[in-house]
């Protein structure tokens, strides 16, 4: 479990009013303690790691009283469930379900961003025994891009857009990264044109990373090789507009002048 309760805990707080899996007094009519009580418990429970007992909770929240509003919290409870014992999909699913029913909820943007974390926490890692994360499969970290780029277009203003730039920004250059590993490996077979596809599709789909200058130059050197002197001139010049005032730019316009 990558992310522990621990980071939901204030999150937990905030959204339980404070009730138990047994119903109060036989006549008792204070469904909303009950509900809030039994939220409270889940909550506790989740915090402390007992993740069965905190879905009997929330489901009975949930089951119980589906016209109050703790039943929505529930929901979301749910969802956290299975985010924090690292079953994604499912996480997933609960997730974008609150986000459907419930548009206008004020943890909306928690869900959204939920699902985008929950791609996060899926991309491949460095972990020494393994592969590089550039050599792996990047279905997970383009989804997360994508999800990512929803949330910051959905939810400008939420609490989680800082965290969710800095990771958007993570996802494209992991992404930009394995474009170059790609490219590097057609370069050492000399196939240029396949070179200069990965690095124009590189470009453009990731730009603004640190990876610029050297896709840039690498792929001048792709069309130097194809034999096609306009695009490779054009390639120079995208050096000097994307990078301007920098050593790439004089070293560009150097090689334009030449």
């Not at 203003?157 to 969710?164: E, G, N, R, V």
Request: hydrophobic share 35%; with cysteine; glycine share 4%.
């Amino acid at each position: 479990m990558r992310l522990t309760v621990t980071c939901l805990t204030t999150f937990l707080l905030l959204s339980t009013g404070c009730a138990s899996l047994s119903e109060r007094q036989a006549g008792d009519p204070d469904y909303a303690a009950q509900a809030d009580e039994n939220l409270r418990l889940g909550s506790e429970a989740l915090e402390g790691r007992d993740y069965f007992k905190a879905e009997k909770y929330f489901e009975f929240v949930k089951t119980k009283f589906p016209y109050l509003e703790a039943s929505k919290t529930a929901e979301l409870r749910l969802a956290d469930v299975d985010f924090v014992q690292d079953r994604f999909p499912e996480a997933r699913e609960k997730y974008n379900a609150f986000i459907k029913a419930y548009p206008t909820h004020p943890q909306v943007d928690y869900a959204a961003y939920q699902v985008a974390l929950s791609h996060v926490e899926d991309m491949p890692s460095d972990f020494f025994l393994l592969p590089p994360s550039e050599e792996k499969d990047q279905t997970e970290v383009q989804s997360a891009l994508r999800a990512l780029n929803d949330f910051l277009r959905q939810y400008p203003d939420s609490q989680y857009t800082p965290q969710a730039r800095v990771q958007a920004d993570d996802a494209k250059r992991r992404l930009a990264e394995h474009e170059l590993y790609v490219a590097a490996f057609y370069r050492k077979r000399e196939r240029w044109r396949a070179v200069a596809q990965r690095l124009e599709g590189m470009l453009s789909r990731y730009p603004g990373t640190k990876y610029e200058e050297s896709a840039l130059f690498s792929l001048h050197e792709a069309y130097v090789k194809l034999k096609e002197p306009t695009r490779a001139q054009e390639t120079l010049r995208q050096v000097i507009q994307r990078l301007p005032g920098t050593p790439a730019a004089e070293r560009a316009q150097r090689m334009l002048g030449s």
